[in-house]
């Protein structure tokens, strides 16, 4: 239903701690009508140029603190609020070299009325500056 | 015929525009009152982040736009959360709970109704009854499609309903049950992705006609047709039409009506939902409740067109204002 709009448009970039590239960023949004705590967040699954980035790497930033995938499905208080970007970091060291990059994201959702996970998915173009 | 039905809007309407941020709560408020829609229906987990632990900041704000709007807060449409746990159900206890924080929530916004999620386990409505009854909150069932009144699923909640009483327990239909021909909005969307016209079209005719619509996803696959074929005629099956004179049956069980829309055309009508068929039978039952407009058409249309909930839910208005006005 929001499929379209869960990568936030402009928002990739490259991840610095010091004078390290660690990984890169971007924004996205919760795909589904109303908010969603997190452990209701299965995967986010991130492919970047066609290439799928490994699970363990992927993390999530809501409200200041960083998720790992697995890290989500216990926390059963914070939400996604609705319509609200959170932070896709992926740790790769180097980062993405700057220029255009095709980022597709799979958010699954477990809905509580549906059978099987309910799966926002979009591939957007998104640049990294250099 | 005289009557004292009175119109609302849902906040879901705007969900699209609130989501990318072209609108705030306050907008959505005041968007709805200015076409003279007093009663107001919010999702708290759309548009209040941080519920069910709001802040008394969020509800002195709440109670300031009630006066400045003059606004009547109508129904908290609730989500039960089963799947909380990704090894494990939820309690009944815990799912109680949660019940009655909305119970809590809804009585501070003053508001009067709950939209209870169909999905919901009756015995959470009936164990959370007496907490309702205290705080003046009735807790309506969605009877939403594909969901009908013939089912297990609706004779059980309306046991409950029966055995509580209709002071306190009721339901909330959802027009989307009346979807007499499929929503253009649909099946348009299935053409410009590409779909099969001759085998959407089949689709078409059998829903309009009051077909069976089960066997579609087979007929799909004998013709060899691809996923887009299949997806509309998996859509196809989650569309319902039940008798609007059933609604009589429930009157005094009815606490509050989700005016389900797809689309309203230049003609001022709604396609694929006959609501003057409908308001007249509301009418003829004494319902006195809101009908509280709920546009669900962004989704079929974003692909290739802006969405404009507001402008909808304008046109929304003004039909039922026309019908509600209607002698007869």
Known sequence: ?130 | MTHSIKRGVSLYSFQEEYFLRKLTLEDCIAVSVGFGALGIETIAEQMMPGFPDLSDDFYRRWDAWREQYGFQPTAHDMFAELKLYPDRARPTGELVEDLKKDIDHTARLGATVIRILAATPAEVVELAAPYARDKGVRLATEVHAPRRFSSDWFASHFEVAERVGPDVVGICPDLGIFVKRLPKVLWERSLRDGADSDFVKRVVDVYDSGEDTSTLQDEAERLNLGPLEQDIALQATRFIWEEPRQLLDYMPYIHHVHAKFYEIDDSGEEYSIPYQEIISVLKEGGYDGYLSSEYEGNRHIQDAFEVDSVEQVRRHQEMLTRLLADED
Not at chain 1, 90 to 117: F, M, N, T
Request: proline share 7%.
């Open chain 1, 1 to 130: 239903m929001f499929d379209r709009y869960i990568i936030v448009e402009n928002s990739l970039r490259n991840v610095r701690q010091g004078s390290d590239v660690v990984g890169f960023a971007f924004d996205a949004r919760c795909g589904y009508y109303r908010r969603l705590i997190l452990s209701m967040v299965e995967e986010l699954d991130v492919e970047v140029d066609g290439t799928p980035v490994p699970r363990q790497d992927v993390s999530l930033t809501v409200g200041g603190r960083t998720y790992s995938l697995d890290e989500m499905r216990s926390e059963y208080k914070v939400a996604w609020e609705f319509g609200e970007p959170a932070t896709v970091t992926v740790a790769k060291p180097g980062g993405l070299p700057a220029g255009p990059h095709d980022i597709r994201l799979a958010e699954q959702l477990r809905i509580s009325y549906l059978p099987v996970p309910h799966t926002p998915v979009t591939t957007q173009t998104l640049t990294v500056s250099a």
